[in-house]
Every structure is written in structure tokens, then in C-alpha cells.
């Protein structure tokens, strides 16, 4: 009996710590210049429409945020807007990944055409993926360096004895 208590109470600390361990942040390998010189790269000249999408729960996405000052907030987009369709493709049932491979292969024009629902009605908006901006940029290697790398000395820290 006692055996089996201490089976239990090992395998309760093993599963704890598991689950302590994959609420860590993941670490990059890469030093922090390093990330932001390589996010830069890939996001210079890349475009993009300024959504932010949440899948529901039996299939199809909604809007859940409009970046400021981006495509889709020119546009008119709303928070909790169903996507339905973008470019004759069907979202209805689509995931955010196959949502994001459809602005992926709309790159070469940057032309969309969606239809959207909102309260009920339907409506058709036609916009265009452009470029990051400088300040979007910004904004993602920040939060990458937030999540990724553990917070850096500051100069003048570093250039004491």
C-alpha cells in the first residue's frame, strides 16, 4: 500500500513538473541581435493585411483585433467579423493556417477580395497587403525579445567594473 502512495505521489511530481516546464517561455538558441537582425530580413518587403484571426470552435474564423493603421483597418474590418470566403476560396470551415495560406498566395498581387459576415449580413470588401511598417516591425521584434531572450544588461551596467 505504502509503495503505491509513493508511486502515486512520484508520478504527481513528475507530472507537475512537466507542466511547470511547458509554462516556461521557449528560449531562442540565437543571441538577441542575432533574432532581430534575421526578423527584419524576413519581414522587409514581406506584406501583410494587419488581422488578427481566432478559429471557432466548429470550423471558420472570426476577427479578434484590427492592427491601427494597417490595410484592414482602412477598410472598415471589425472585430468579430466571420470571414467566409477570400479570393472564391471558402473560409467557412477554414483554419487560421489555411487562412494565413491564402493571403500567402494572393503575395504576388496583394489583391483580396473578402466576404465577410457581420450581424447577420454579408459584405464584400477589397483591400490590398502591403508592406510592414517600420513601427510593426518594431513591434514584433520587441515582443520576441520580450518572450524569447532573457532580459540583457544595459550598457552602462555592463561597462562597470
Known amino acids: 500500500m505504502t ?18 516546464k511547458a509554462e516556461e517561455p521557449k528560449r531562442c538558441n540565437a543571441t538577441a ?22 478559429p471557432l470552435e466548429h470550423g471558420g474564423i472570426v476577427i479578434k483585433a484590427v492592427n491601427p493603421d494597417s490595410p484592414a483597418s482602412r477598410v472598415d474590418f471589425k472585430e468579430g467579423d466571420r470571414i467566409i470566403a477570400v479570393n ?14 491564402v493571403l500567402a498566395d494572393a503575395k504576388e498581387t496583394g489583391v483580396l477580395f473578402i466576404i465577410l459576415q457581420r450581424r447577420g449580413a454579408y459584405r464584400k470588401v477589397e483591400t490590398r497587403l502591403e508592406p510592414f511598417p517600420k513601427s510593426q516591425i518594431d513591434k514584433i521584434v520587441a515582443q520576441h525579445l520580450l518572450q524569447s531572450h532573457s532580459a540583457m544588461p544595459s550598457s552602462s551596467a555592463s561597462a562597470q567594473p
Open 33 to 54: 541581435q542575432e533574432c532581430e537582425r534575421e526578423i527584419r530580413r524576413m519581414l522587409s518587403g514581406r506584406r501583410y493585411l494587419g488581422l488578427q484571426v481566432h
Open 88 to 101: 472564391g476560396r471558402d473560409m467557412t470551415l477554414a483554419t487560421a493556417k489555411e487562412f494565413k495560406q
Open 3 to 20: 509503495s503505491q502512495i509513493l508511486r502515486s505521489t512520484v508520478v504527481l511530481l513528475l507530472f507537475s513538473a512537466a507542466a511547470a
